[in-house]
């Protein structure tokens, strides 16, 4: 599927490659996301798909990656390509925080 911008506005164009036929919808937007069933992802009485200790250890890592940054800042000449990985690294945690 993929987007076409007309004189009415964006629509969504799906090609069946089998007969080659082409059907267009208005746009809507993005699909919603998926929700989780009740229980989905839960481990022997585990508290869901991330269990306390995990998401504390990925908030420590989280702050000590900020106390790096920091530091790395407050240094005469920072080293760009350390603060780039450290951001990397600390958005790639705060990812796993949000989205658990």
Do not use: Y
């Not at 996301?33 to 995990?54: F, I, Q, T, V």
């Not at 080293?79 to 949000?98: C, E, F, G, N």
Request: some cysteine.
């Amino acid at each position: 599927m993929c987007l076409h911008d007309n004189d009415a506005g964006l629509e969504s164009v799906a090609v069946n490659r089998a007969d080659r036929t082409v059907a267009t919808a208005p746009w809507t937007g993005p699909p919603a996301p998926r929700r989780r069933s009740a229980g989905a992802g839960l481990k022997d009485g585990g508290e869901g798909p991330m269990d306390a200790s995990h998401m504390t250890a990925l908030v420590e890592k989280h702050a000590n990656l900020e106390r790096q940054i920091q530091e790395e800042l407050n240094r005469p000449a920072p080293d760009d390509v350390r603060l780039h990985d450290l951001k990397k690294r600390k958005l790639a945690i705060k990812d796993q925080i949000t989205h658990h």
